[in-house]
């Protein structure tokens, strides 16, 4: 059984390395980037790379409510979708994780595209971000998280699930529809422009950003899931959190992290979240290598360092606060249909949109 275990385990994680191999070299190719989406929005009214964005969502939110309905996946058994949303921490955490976003030039997942591309900056980014999410979550970050953040008077108590369809009453084909509906109203909406479905790289971005959210959950949500040997419960095998998980970057910065500290520790392993964050860098480095795109970028003055910096804690604190970040939350829990992703979500934008605004006007009064 120990045997068997190991081996479901090394499936998912080698699984979930591989699918973020391919996902790091697609997003290097096309420049897949949420915080560059939403500047394109804000600064040129360009919604090419939003409607790529969105189209990974509408996949996602299509593919695992398949699964779900197809008996391949428990929705309800995932972070989104307790019965508690902590509002007030989806909301703070997503507002701080826009604005760190902003500041360091990218979220975490475009973090990790651009240290495979040899973008020091990145690096420095890399490592604020991860020990900031540890900090959050056991240090003394995680106190006024879990202490303020998630206090009862920021906190909804929703029964069992926190899912829009459960909250509606729906049963299992319901949420199936609405799934469906959901997806051809996105899926409308951005295949409409012309100029987005003649941009393949576009296209590529959001097919394949939205198919690998929902391999992911097939993997650790549904071939992961078997009994723990040890205490004979039915259980996910290769998720730090041992519940249903897809990709999601924040939080896993920080386990690998943490698993380079503590490398002779038995109890820390390498799981599937640590092993999409190493596969993004892989899958970028090839790409950068291959299509002769690598090259040294470092800081142009002290300001910049100081900038990315202050935007990398930023995204540590925010990402794990609101539980997930614009791949995490964005895409992967907005696949859940959870009501908290949409809250932290919001959080997000608003925290990038309000940040490049007060960008602007600053450069404006510069100039």
Same mark, same amino acid.
């Given at each position: ?28 190719? @096309?420049?897949?980037? @949420? ?34 309905? %197809? ?9 989104? @979708? ?14 701080? %994780? ?25 690096? /420095? ?57 959901? %997806? ?64 999601? *970057? ?34 970028? *480095? ?12 470092? *800081? ?19 990402? /794990?606060?609101?539980?997930?970040? @614009? ?41």
């Amino acid at each position: 059984m120990h045997s068997e275990v190991i081996s479901l385990s090394g499936i998912v994680i080698w699984g979930g390395f591989s699918l973020a191999v391919l996902f790091g070299y697609v997003a290097h190719k @096309t420049g897949f980037c @949420t915080m560059g989406a939403v500047s394109d929005v804000v600064n040129m009214s360009d919604w090419g790379r939003m409607r790529a964005w969105m189209l990974a969502m509408a996949i996602a939110i299509l593919g695992a409510n398949g699964l779900a309905y %197809f008996g391949q996946l428990n929705l309800a058994d995932t972070l989104y @979708t307790a019965g508690q949303v902590y509002w007030g921490a989806a909301l703070i955490g997503g507002l701080c %994780f826009g604005v760190g976003m902003t500041l360091a030039g990218g979220c975490a997942q475009r973090t990790l595209v651009r240290v495979g591309g040899g973008n020091l900056k990145s690096i /420095v980014v890399f490592l604020f971000l991860g020990y900031s999410a540890l900090v959050t979550m056991r240090g003394l970050f995680g106190a006024f998280r879990v202490g303020v953040l998630q206090s009862e008077p920021l906190t909804l108590s929703l029964g069992s699930s926190s899912a829009i369809p459960a909250l509606l009453g729906l049963d299992a084909q319901g949420q199936f529809g609405l799934a469906a509906g959901l %997806f051809l109203l996105i899926a409308i909406f951005v295949f409409k422009d012309r100029e987005f479905r003649h941009n393949r790289d576009n296209v590529l971005a959001g097919s394949i950003a939205g198919l690998v959210v929902v391999a992911g959950w097939y993997l650790a949500g549904h071939l992961g899931y078997s009994e723990n040997p040890d205490t004979l419960e039915m259980t996910y095998l290769a998720t730090n959190s041992h519940r249903a998980e897809s990709l999601s *970057f924040v939080a896993p910065i920080g386990y690998t992290m943490d698993l380079w500290a503590y490398w002779t520790d038995a109890q820390t392993k390498v799981t599937f979240g640590i092993a999409t964050v190493f596969g993004i860098g892989v899958g970028s *480095f090839l790409y950068a290598i291959l299509h002769k795109t690598f090259r040294w970028e470092y *800081f142009t003055s002290p300001q910049d360092l100081f900038s990315h910096i202050i935007g990398a804690t930023l995204m540590g604190f925010g990402g /794990v606060t609101a539980m997930g970040c @614009t791949i995490g939350q964005g895409i992967t829990g907005l696949s859940t249909l959870a009501l908290g992703s949409v809250i932290a979500l919001t959080g997000i934008l608003a925290g990038a949109v309000i940040t490049m605004k007060l960008q602007y006007r600053w450069m404006m009064r510069e100039s």
